[in-house]
């Protein structure tokens, strides 16, 4: 197979991008560096059998290697750019970090890249970036040490280091704050969102946005010092003073409160640390950063938000299909239908959307047309992915679609005669699919003419949020629907899990133990506001009750029921007051009502003052739900660990700095959430017992040295 550099090089770089001179002065495993008449020096980074550039040791290395040979010939300016098509820079290698444990081997290794980087920033001759893409994390900070950016329009810039538990560690912290207003970097650093050109030319973090045909001539003119530039803001000045920065700083760490407590996710308050005290002294500031960030690295957050990074690699690597889906049809415009087909339109794909109410149609597409306002960046945009939802009131759009999705009321019987209306009509490759939350799928294939084609894409609520969608296979299912569907996944940008059809699969098996305990507590005198605060102090984003009245309490009951009919798991009994609430219709937070009231944002009213919850509390509701997971591993519902924990943090928020229940259990020890579990049986009846699967995670070796 060729390597990505000489491929990558040729082919692309005559047509598509400017990379200076032809000529190749030498041709390093990664960098290429070449020198035309101006005198003008460019170094590509064409990283070796990679897609994505990514910096690792090694390329970090080399770049070193190259400086110096830079420097010994004489050139007028240098330039640094990507050979790869994608982007940029995509950030450090996260491999390199993965198992790290020692702070300070880290910490010496860093010392040496900011070296290199720092040599980089120091040399005596104008130095300029050219972005193109994605342009994030290490990436950036190489960019930063360079003395000027031009982007390309289809630049995006910036820190997503936070989302693994870290700051940036490459000199990040004082490049930036000291190059724009440092509010503004403060919080591109703090929230690890991207920075699309046109702003971060506002903000001065690069100095020209241009197309590709102006790069040569811009980098001329930078390199000759004509490029104008906008740096430095009054705000720099005054954030130079410590009582600004303390102001600002207790700003920035009531707002991180609100998204991440402190003592799961400590990096955005070791950033404003950093800055509070050092704000203003790029050398301190430097030190500070260095050992901050090694401490991090090695700590259980980062390394657990790197296993949930290699989760999400994993799960969209099995979406790397193609599906030959192009259109749509979704039957049943209510919460899942109209916003699974809102989401499909954004996404690229035609869509036709039919319910038995045309009002509901008519509300679902006015939904999405929100959605889009908000979420879409172009009007253009805007107006093709509306012009993609077709309400569909004949129901003509099945016999065009290449997917059927059917996402009507949780019924066996209805769905099932839905199906008898469709089926017929469909084109003969078409797949049908069904978003059913528990009922299993050799239940709704009884009739169908083509169970080879029946498959569930069991979607997440909220749709656009929920990365998530449970590719759901039984024994009748081909290998090519399987396939197809997981294809599609990955072309609406969703993650899919593979899972065996079964009542509840895995997500809302796992889920209802959790639920239907906190419905016990509740019976027991607990205020509810107590029960979510022993979930979300163990990072949990909500707790059991506020998540079940976004689930809907009528679906809820729906999942609960058939489970209990359908399963022996030690289920608890449903309450009366449950069903009672959705007889009445106080359904949740759709219905402004539920387990909590809500107010006009969707925001529940609690009661204050609620007493914290007691030792026990998480564990009674937490270890039912690993059990039932480990049930599920057991039963082969799912296939490995690493699914199962992707599949619980991406369908349901799952904490993710705990790496996953799977991978919780095993920091914890199976054998001390089998003793656990015992006492609580003891305590609290048979519900408890421990699945004899934890056997295979070690708890009778663990238990037997006892
Ligand atoms: P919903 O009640 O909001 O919507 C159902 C829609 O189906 C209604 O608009 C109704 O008019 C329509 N409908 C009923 N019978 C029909 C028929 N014969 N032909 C065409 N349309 C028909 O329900 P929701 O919450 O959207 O649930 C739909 C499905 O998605 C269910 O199977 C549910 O279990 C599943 N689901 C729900 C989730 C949730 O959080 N709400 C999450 C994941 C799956």
Known sequence: MPTGKTSVWETLAPRNREFGPGTVLKAFTHWRLSKGPDEIAWLALDRANESAN????????????????VEGMGAKGLVIRSAKKGGFIAGADIRDFKGATEGRDVEKRMRWAHGLIDRLAALAIPTVAVIHGYCLGGGLEIAL??????????????????????????GGT???????????????????????AKKAKALGLVDEVIEERHVENAVRAAVAGEMRTDRGSW????????PARQLAARQFRAEAEKRAPRQHYPAPYRLID???EHGGDAKAMQTAEITSFS????SETAQNLMRVFFLREKLKDSAKRESGIRHVHVIGAGTMGGDIAAWCAARGLRVTLADLDHEIIAKAIGRAAEFYDKKLHSSIERRDALDRLIPDFEGAGVAKADLVIEAVVEKADVKRKVFDG???????????ATNTSSIPLEVLREGLAFPDRLVGLHFFNPVAKMELVEVVAHDQASQATLDRVHGFCGAIDRLPAAVKSAPGFLVNRALTPYLTEAFVMIDEGTPKETIDRAAEDFGMPMGPIELADRVGL????DVVRMLKNNLDDPIPEIPAWLEKKVETGETGRKAGKGLYAYDDKGKPKRASGASPPGPEMTDRLLLPMLNACVRCLREGIVEDEETLDGAMIFATGFAPFRGGPMHYARSRGAADIVETLKRLEERHGSRFAPDKGWEALGWEALSGQT
């Open 145 to 170: 040490a360079c003395k000027y950016r031009i982007a390309l329009s289809d630049a995006k810039l910036g820190f997503p280091e936070i989302r693994l538990g870290l700051h940036p560690g490459l």
């Open 235 to 242: 705000k720099s000045g005054l954030l130079g003073l410590a």
């Open 174 to 196: 004082f490049r930036l704050t000291a190059l724009i207003d440092p509010v503004e970097a403060m919080t591109i650093m703090l929230t690890g969102k991207t920075v699309h």
């Open 295 to 298: 401490e991090l690295l090695v």
């Open 554 to 557: 009528d679906i809820g009951l």
């Open 274 to 276: 950093l800055w509070e």
């Open 54 to 69: 990514t910096l690792s040791e090694a390329v970090i290395a080399e770049l070193d290697t190259a400086l110096a040979e």
């Open 422 to 432: 469709i089926a017929p009509k469909m084109k003969e490759d078409a797949i049908l």
